[in-house]
C-alpha cells in the first residue's frame, strides 16, 4: 500500500475513508499498548479519542481532546501539561491499601505510615494536594535538600495536641545537612514536627549530637544503611560500598557505640535503605528487605529503640505496559510489592522476638507519574519522497539504467540481495557525480530511485516473518520525521539524558489507521532534541506509527494555521521527575500547566500555572527585557536616520519585538 505523497493522498482520499473503516479502536488500544501502562486511567472510546479516568475505575471519565480544544479556548497554548490531581488522590489511596491488605493477610502487628519524596516533584499545587489527600494515613514528606526542608516543615501542618504530643505524620530529614539544617529540624520538634533525622553519612553523627545538646532538645534519630544487595533501578550507584549515601554495618556499628556513650541511644529509631529508583525486578527488593530487616532486629538487640524501617523508594512504574524486568517496566504489581516488605520484616521480627516496626516507604515515582499528561501539536512533517522518476533519459548514465532496473527487479525472494545492491549502486553513484561523471538531474534520479527501491524492499518486509538484520534498519531509515512544538529537554528530560521510555501516542484519530511510521523531533536546534525510542512489547521500537498529518486543500498558497487540522500527541506518565530536570535548552521555558479536578457533574479547572514568558526566560540568563527593547529602539532610529528602513517597517520591527518578549517561548499559533 504506498501512497506516494501527499498530494497522492489526495487523489486517493476515497480509497482512505474506506481503510480508516478498517481499522478499529482495538487495534489502537493494541498498537499502543495503552491498557498496559495505562490501565485504569487511560483508555480509548468508541470516538477514537483517549478518554481519563482519574477515579480509575470507579468512575467519571473526561474526553482528553474535548478538554484540550476546550483549554486551548482559553488561549492556554501548546504545549500544555495537565495534571489530574484525582489520579494523584488515587494512587496514594492504592499504596496505603496495598499496605493495609498486606498488614491484614500476614497479620502484621505493626501499621504503614508512607512519606512523599519531595525531589520526585516539588511543585507546590502538587505537595499540597497530596499532603491534603494524605491525612487519613497519616501520609508525610521527606526532604533530600535544605529548600526540601524547607517546604516539608510549611507544608505538613504539625500537631500540637495533648495526647499525641507530635503529629503523627513523619518529616524524614535526608540528604546533606549543615549546621542550619540540623538545627532547623530540631527546633521543628518544639512545633510539633515529627521530623526524623537520617544519619547518611558517618560524620554528621557528632555535629547532630552537638546542636541537640546546645538547644536541649532531644533528636529523633534514623539511619541510612548501605547494603550490599546489587540495585537495577536507574541510579544504580544508590547500593553498594560505594554508594554515596549511606554507612557501612561498621560504620552502624560505630554510631551505636557512640550513641550508647552518650546515653543517647534511646534516639535512635529507624532504619532506612533506598536500593534506587525504578525498581524493575522485584526480587531485588525481596533481597534488599531480607538484608535490612536482618540489620533491624540486630540493631533492637543491641539496645536501641527502634521503631521505624524506612524502604526507600524503588517501586517502578510499568512505562511500556509489558509487565516484565524491562528496565522500563517491572514485574511485580503494587500488592506484591507491599506483601513482600511486610512479609520479609514480619518473619525476622518473629524470629528474633523483636517489636513489629511502623513501616515507612518513600514512593515517589509510583504515586506521581500517572497524574500528569503532556500535550503537544505536531507542527509538520517531513516524509522522505519514494516515487521512482517518470521516464528515464536515453542518455542517462548507465549506473542510472542500473538502479532502474534493480527497482523493476525486486520481489519477495531477491529483496535482500536488491537492498545490497541498491545501497552499493548508489554509493558508487555518488562516486561518480563527486568526480564530475554525473549530472545534477542524474544524481536526483539515482536519489529517487534509492529510495524507491528502499520503498519496495520495506513494503516486502512488512510482510515478512523474519527479516534479515542489515534490512531491519530500513523502517528507520525511512521514517518519516513529525516536527512537535516541544523542547525534550525541558518536558522530558529523563528521555534523552537517561534515555527513559515513555508511552506517546495520539489522543485522538485512534479509529483510523495510523499510516505513517516517524520519529519526533523537538523545536531544538540540538540533534540530541529528538525521540526515536517508543515502547513496544519486546524491546523497544525506533519508529512510532502515527496518522497522516492533513494539510488543507488550498494547496496553493502556504496554509493558514486555522486551517490545518490540529494533531495531538500525549506523552504519558511524565508527573515524577520531569518537570524539575528539565532545562532551558535553546531558552525554551516553563510550559503552561492547568490542574483539573473531577466533580460530580463532569470536571472543573482547578488552577493554571503559566509558563514561562520570553522575559523571563531572558532574565533567567541575566537579560533585562527594557534593555534590549531600548537598544533595538536605538538601533532603529540609527537605521531610520541613515534612510535603511521606514518608519512603518520600524514600528512594525519593535512591535513583534516587544511582543514576542512577552510571549511563551513556544511557538503560538495565530495565523501566519
Ligand atoms: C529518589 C529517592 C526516593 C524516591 O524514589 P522513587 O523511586 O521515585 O520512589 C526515595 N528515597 C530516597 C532516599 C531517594 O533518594
Known amino acids: 500500500m504506498g501512497l506516494e505523497s501527499l498530494l497522492d493522498e489526495k487523489k486517493e482520499g476515497k480509497k482512505l475513508k474506506k481503510l480508516a473503516a478498517n481499522w478499529s479502536i482495538e487495534e489502537s488500544e493494541n498498537l499502543y499498548r495503552i491498557s498496559g501502562w495505562g490501565d485504569p486511567y487511560f483508555a480509548i472510546n468508541a470516538a477514537g479519542h483517549i478518554t481519563v479516568s482519574p477515579h480509575g475505575d470507579r468512575g467519571g471519565s473526561l474526553d482528553l481532546l474535548e478538554l484540550v480544544e476546550s483549554l486551548r479556548k482559553r488561549k492556554l497554548g501548546m504545549p500544555l501539561l495537565i495534571r489530574f490531581s484525582d489520579i494523584l488522590a488515587d494512587r496514594l489511596e492504592r499504596l496505603n491499601s496495598c499496605f493495609a491488605k498486606a498488614i491484614a493477610r500476614y497479620k502484621y502487628p505493626g501499621t504503614y505510615q508512607g512519606v512523599y519524596p519531595i525531589k520526585c516533584n516539588q511543585q507546590r499545587h502538587l505537595v499540597e494536594a497530596l499532603v491534603n489527600y494524605g491525612k487519613p494515613y497519616q501520609f508525610g514528606l521527606e526532604a533530600g535538600s535544605k529548600p526540601e526542608l524547607m517546604i516539608a516543615l510549611a507544608t505538613l501542618p504539625p500537631q500540637l495536641d495533648r495526647n499525641e504530643k507530635a503529629s503523627r505524620s513523619l518529616i524524614i530529614c535526608n540528604g546533606y545537612k549543615d549546621r542550619e539544617y540540623l538545627e532547623t529540624a530540631l527546633l521543628a520538634k518544639r512545633l510539633g514536627h515529627r521530623a526524623i533525622i537520617v544519619i547518611d553519612q558517618p560524620r554528621e553523627l557528632d555535629w547532630i549530637l552537638h546542636i541537640s545538646q546546645q538547644l536541649g532538645i532531644k533528636p529523633l534519630l534514623g539511619i541510612?544503611?548501605?547494603?550490599?544487595?546489587?540495585?537495577?533501578?536507574?541510579?544504580?550507584?544508590?547500593?553498594?560500598?560505594r554508594a554515596k549515601f549511606g554507612l557501612t554495618v561498621p560504620e552502624i556499628l560505630a554510631v551505636v557505640n557512640r550513641l550508647?556513650?552518650?546515653?543517647?541511644?534511646?534516639?535512635?529509631?529507624?532504619?532506612?535503605?533506598?536500593?534506587?529508583?525504578?525498581?524493575?525486578?522485584i526480587t531485588?527488593?525481596?533481597?534488599?528487605?531480607?538484608?535490612?530487616?536482618?540489620?533491624?532486629?540486630q540493631l533492637a538487640k543491641l539496645g536501641a529503640k527502634m521503631r521505624y524501617l524506612n524502604v526507600g523508594g524503588g517501586l517502578a512504574v510499568d512505562y511500556d505496559g509489558s509487565n516484565t524486568n524491562f528496565p522500563a517496566s517491572k514485574n511485580y504489581n503494587m500488592q506484591n510489592y507491599a506483601n513482600d516488605i511486610v512479609a520479609a520484616i514480619q518473619e525476622a521480627c518473629e524470629q528474633a522476638n523483636v517489636n513489629a516496626p511502623t513501616l515507612i516507604s518513600e514512593s515517589g515515582r509510583a504515586i506521581a507519574a500517572h497524574q500528569s499528561v503532556l500535550v503537544f501539536d505536531v507542527l509538520g512533517t517531513n516524509h522522505i519522497r519514494h516515487t521512482p522518476p517518470e521516464a528515464l533519459g536515453k542518455k542517462d548514465h548507465t549506473i542510472v539504467q542500473n538502479l532502474w532496473e534493480a527497482y523493476q527487479g525486486i520481489n519477495p525472494s531477491n529483496y535482500q540481495e536488491a537492498y545490497h545492491d541498491a545501497v552499493q549502486l548508489k554509493e558508487e553513484a555518488i562516486s561518480l557525480f563527486n568526480f564530475g561523471y554525473l549530472s545534477l538531474t542524474e544524481r536526483a534520479k539515482v536519489e529517487q530511485l534509492y529510495w524507491a527501491c528502499c520503498r519496495k524492499i520495506l513494503n516486502i518486509t512488512r510482510n515478512q516473518d523474519f527479516v534479515p538484520e542489515d534490512v531491519q534498519d530500513l523502517e528507520k531509515l525511512m521514517a518519516s520525521i513529525y516536527y512537535v512544538n516541544l523542547s525534550v529537554f525541558q518536558s522530558a528530560p529523563e528521555s534523552w539524558s537517561l534515555n527513559q521510555l515513555f508511552p506517546i501516542m495520539p489522543i485522538h484519530r485512534l479509529n483510523e489507521e495510523p499510516r505513517q511510521r516517524a520519529i519526533l523531533a523537538d523545536?531544538?536546534?540540538?540533534?540530541?532534541?529528538k525521540i526515536d525510542r517508543f515502547i513496544d512489547l519486546r524491546d523497544v521500537k525506533s519508529c512510532l506509527e502515527l496518522h497522516d498529518f492533513r494539510i488543507p486543500e488550498t494547496h496553493a498558497k502556504t496554509p493558514k494555521t486555522e486551517e490545518i487540522e490540529p494533531y495531538?500527541?500525549?506523552?504519558?506518565?511524565?508527573?515524577?521527575?520531569?518537570?524539575?530536570?528539565?532545562?532551558?535548552?535553546?531558552?525554551?521555558?516553563?510550559?503552561?500547566?492547568?490542574?483539573?479536578?473531577?466533580?460530580?457533574?463532569?470536571?472543573?479547572?482547578?488552577?493554571?500555572?503559566?509558563?514561562?514568558?520570553?522575559n523571563e526566560v531572558l532574565s533567567y540568563v541575566q537579560y533585562d527585557a527594557e534593555d534590549l527593547l531600548e537598544r533595538m529602539r536605538r538601533y532603529s532610529e540609527k537605521a531610520l536616520a541613515d534612510d535603511h528602513i521606514t518608519l512603518e517597517e520600524s514600528q512594525r520591527l519593535l512591535q513583534d519585538y516587544e511582543q514576542s518578549l512577552r510571549r511563551y517561548t513556544y511557538l503560538v499559533d495565530d495565523g501566519l
Do not use: W
Not at 260 to 281: P, T, Y
Not at 284 to 297: C, T
Not at 523 to 529: E, I, V
Not at 578 to 604: C, K, R, S, W
Open 284 to 297: 531485588v527488593i525481596k533481597e534488599a528487605m531480607r538484608e535490612a530487616s536482618q540489620i533491624y532486629v
Open 523 to 529: 523545536l531544538t536546534c540540538d540533534s540530541d532534541g
Open 568 to 614: 495531538y500527541l500525549g506523552m504519558f506518565l511524565v508527573g515524577a521527575y520531569q518537570e524539575i530536570m528539565g532545562n532551558l535548552h535553546n531558552l525554551f521555558g516553563d510550559i503552561n500547566v492547568v490542574h483539573i479536578a473531577m466533580t460530580p457533574h463532569g470536571y472543573q479547572i482547578e488552577s493554571v500555572v503559566k509558563g514561562d514568558t520570553m
Open 224 to 241: 541510612r544503611a548501605k547494603l550490599s544487595t546489587k540495585g537495577e533501578g536507574q541510579d544504580r550507584t544508590a547500593v553498594g560500598d
Open 260 to 281: 550508647e556513650a552518650v546515653d543517647r541511644l534511646d534516639c535512635l529509631k529507624l532504619l532506612h535503605f533506598h536500593v534506587g529508583s525504578q525498581i524493575s525486578n
